[in-house]
């Protein structure tokens, strides 16, 4: 197989998962929804693969490229040297018309994509949760609940969410209070301890930060919303293990009532209320901060309650699910077969 042939393949497996990824995303969901955990980990490590596969086709281009005529001559020399070291093709049948140091220069752009959408996220959550966890803290109560330790707002909005420890961890409402029963109260405070334990917002800002430049794609658009819901799943099996399937239903219930005000009723004065699809459009707000959707895990969901009495799943998604894997292997496998040429020649010096 010759590069050209090699760049035009690896180009169609890409645009292919880039525009197919989301159907077979869906369609796979019942049964990656199995190992919610597993599947959080896999279909955000796919994400990050598709991206380093894309980067990949620059090391790939560069071996039909027709030299590195913008560098000086002497460092064109051992670039030159170590193309040819470290091409598996020989010849290619095809010769581009631009240096090499172009398309070398994509996976540089790619990793600095990745980098900075990283750090970007990451000073964004450190601000807003940062403001939001001052808040919150001069509008809730600190209290043990069941062993647990908890924030409690002072409003009768249903409210039950979680954010990181040190920004505030399980946060309940008095109005959450007054609607559960204490076996519904356990249940949905062991579903949010699992976010903690599980470092659910860790695996979030990860997610995001690294394809935050990439979000436009629709299979790693797809990922972004997908991965959320994996992590909800796997904090409802936690809580089911705990206290048992019919407490955890029936606090979903009732806390994923369509016209429950939830989430944003925090901050007297400032924060007001909406029902839980509008919190999820707009985000939180506290006193005019907003705090981004995936910084907040919440209990609310009655759509999942099939989940937890073990619905069964379509015949075809278990092997639409394991074929999504097998993909992902074969990106892995392939940014392997570009890159690891390139490194070895690098090593032996050319």
Known sequence: MTA??????????????ALGGPWLLRRAAPALAMIPRVAAIVVTLSALLWI???????????WMSSGPAWLPKQAAEVCSRCLSAASPFGESAM????????????????????????AREVVLLRRSQAAFGSELRAASDSITLLGSSARVTRGAALQAFSLPQQHGGIVLSRGTLAALSPGELSAVLAHEQAHLDQRH????AILNGTTRY?????????????????????????AKQ??????????????????????????PGGAGTGTGAEADAA????????????????????????????APRPPASAALAAAAGAYAFMLAAVIAAVNLPYLFAVLSGC
């Open 214 to 238: 990439f979000r436009w794609i629709p299979f790693v658009h797809a990922v972004r919303e997908s991965v959320p819901h994996y992590l909800e799943i796997a904090a409802d099996q936690a």
């Open 201 to 204: 917002h860790l695996i979030m």
């Open 242 to 267: 705990a206290t048992g399937t019919t407490a955890l239903a029936s606090a979903l219930l009732k806390l994923g009532e369509p016209m429950s005000p939830v989430l944003r009723e925090v901050a």
């Open 52 to 62: 380093a596969a894309l980067v990949a086709l620059g090391p790939l281009v560069a």
């Open 95 to 118: 010769t581009l018309g631009i240096p090499a140091i172009v398309p070398l220069a994509l996976p540089a752009l790619g990793v600095l994509a990745v980098l900075v959408g990283l």
């Open 283 to 310: 985000g939180l707000r506290v006193s005019g901060s907003r705090l981004p959707e995936h910084a907040v895990l919440h209990a609310a969901g009655s759509e999942r309650i099939r989940h937890l009495i073990g």
């Open 4 to 17: 050209t042939l090699s760049t035009l393949l690896l180009s169609s497996v890409l645009l292919a998962a």
